[in-house]
């Protein structure tokens, strides 16, 4: 499914503390705000309307940090498990290959070369793609079996991994 796919989880959950990181942080703001309308604003008072704004800020922060850890530790553990497949793909290898042209250390270590899926990964992977775009109703069966074909003719894939699934999904 890819970096982005096998990261949902900790990215969903960063995105959501973000958001309400800042809702809080606006409501707190505004709450502050309107002490100082008061006819006697005091120092204490916006102490005061400002405290269970900083305690919610300081636990959703420490959520979304949670989250953050939560995905580098996917990647970190799927990297040391030796399934690579985080952080080989597309996307990963573009900035590795970015990062090769601008210095001299990725080119040593060869990055690219690190991170870049196999085809047979890449063809697993778009057959998964196929396969999941096709139970959506995204594609018909027509252009489905056709796609399919291109793969099983590119001899990436083997006709019985394809067919096993999707045998398997008609029933």
């Known amino acids: 499914m890819g970096l982005i796919g096998d990261l949902k989880g ?3 959950g960063f995105v959501l ?3 309400s990181f800042v809702a809080i942080a606006l409501y707190g703001l505004v709450d502050v705000l309107a002490v100082l309308g008061r006819p006697d604003p005091s120092l204490a008072a916006m102490v ?3 405290a269970p704004y900083v305690v919610g800020l300081l636990v959703v922060g420490l959520a979304g940090l949670g989250f953050v850890a ?5 990647v970190a553990s799927g990297a040391v498990s030796g399934d690579n497949r985080l952080l080989q793909n597309e996307y990963v290898e573009t900035a590795a290959r970015y990062a090769e042209r601008e210095s001299d250390l990725a080119r040593r270590f060869d990055l690219t070369e690190m991170v870049r899926p196999d085809p047979e990964e890449r ?12 139970a959506e109703g995204e594609l018909t069966e027509e252009e489905f079996e056709r796609r399919v074909e291109r793969l099983l003719s590119d001899s990436r894939v083997s006709e019985t991994e394809v067919y096993r699934d999707v045998e398997r999904e008609r029933y």
């Open 70 to 74: 939560w995905g580098i530790y996917r």
């Open 10 to 12: 900790p990215l969903a």
């Open 17 to 19: 503390s973000a958001v």
């Open 48 to 50: 005061a309307a400002a």
């Open 123 to 134: 063809a697993r992977r778009e057959l998964a793609d196929l396969k999941e775009r096709y």
